[in-house]
């Protein structure tokens, strides 16, 4: 009993952070306040940081937002939800890396460390649907023993 209350805990916490973190950056990147510079947008998709400040803000913080509200309410979704969140911003870094590569410095540390963040909110996440639903993905079937 002590286990889940901790995993829970763990998870609430690491999908908040993430969802502060995310709604910040996104908002800073839409407002100016932070700015790699367009240069290294060059030969991108993006001729400004728009498409990808609302994407950080809305897909990645929205998800995260939502995840960690379910999370404190304990709804039966919020695992699942804090699962979403992480495959969201393990794919906004990658696209990141993608687009802008992986600069040397602040930058490549940010993408190594959300990337991580995300896979481990992913694998706790993962932990805990099987713990409690068994291995079936829609939670119809066998629960696992308590």
Do not use: C
């Not at 407002?31 to 728009?50: H, K």
């Not at 998800?63 to 911003?89: D, K, P, W």
């Amino acid at each position: 009993m002590v286990a889940k209350r901790v995993e829970h805990i763990l998870l609430t916490l690491m999908v908040a952070f993430l969802a502060v973190t995310a709604v910040a950056g996104g908002a800073a990147l839409l407002t100016g306040d932070i700015s790699p510079g367009l240069e290294l947008l060059a030969g991108s998709p993006f001729d400004s940081y728009l498409i990808p400040g609302l994407a950080l803000l809305g897909l990645v913080g929205g998800s995260a937002l939502v995840a960690t509200f379910l999370m404190l309410v304990r709804h039966r979704l919020g695992v699942a939800v804090s699962a979403v969140a992480a495959v969201m911003i393990m794919g906004f870094e990658l696209v990141e890396v993608l687009v802008i590569g992986s600069p040397v410095g602040l930058a490549r540390n940010l993408q190594l460390f959300y990337f991580t963040l995300g896979l481990l909110i992913a694998v706790l996440a993962g932990w805990m649907w099987v713990s409690e639903h068994g291995l079936s993905i829609t939670g119809i079937g066998h629960r696992a023993a308590h």
